[in-house]
Nanobody, 125 residues
Framework: QVQLVESGGGLAQDGDSLRISCAAS????????VGWFRQAPGKDREFVAA????????TYDDSVKGRFTIYRDIAKNTVYLQMNSLKPEDTAVYYC??????????????????WGQGTQVTVSS
């Protein structure tokens, strides 16, 4: 059972940057796809970004493309989401998710088997 622990959320102002982290308990984490999702109050959970297992190939939702970057530090068994040019509409709880065996990214939350507890990101105008 892979355990995922997010950290790094907090308060930011419009235009600021934040980096959130997802640390995994298993070394096999580097070989599977990892995604970031977010959920704002009263809204469904939505896809943000994902990175392919064993690769630097990434996928982004259009709403964050050019502002957010997902990347791995294999030595630290951690996936990061660097968020630049933050907007108030980025306010949400951000969740890290990993697939159990597949290295392919997916936009759909049901394709991910392991989830972190979430970290709150709040952007004020």
């Amino acid at each position: 059972q892979v355990q995922l622990v997010e950290s790094g959320g907090g308060l930011a102002q419009d235009g600021d940057s934040l980096r959130i982290s997802c640390a995994a308990s298993e070394r096999t984490f580097s070989s599977v796809a990892v995604g970031w999702f977010r959920q704002a109050p009263g809204k469904d959970r939505e896809f943000v970004a994902a990175v392919r297992g064993g690769s630097v190939s990434t996928t982004y939702d259009d709403s964050v493309k050019g502002r957010f970057t997902i990347y791995r530090d294999i030595a630290k068994n951690t996936v990061y989401l660097q968020m630049n040019s933050l907007k108030p509409e980025d306010t949400a709880v951000y969740y890290c998710a990993a697939r159990s065996t597949s290295r392919y990214t997916s936009l759909w939350s049901y394709d991910y088997d392991y989830w972190g507890q979430g970290t709150q990101v709040t952007v004020s105008s």
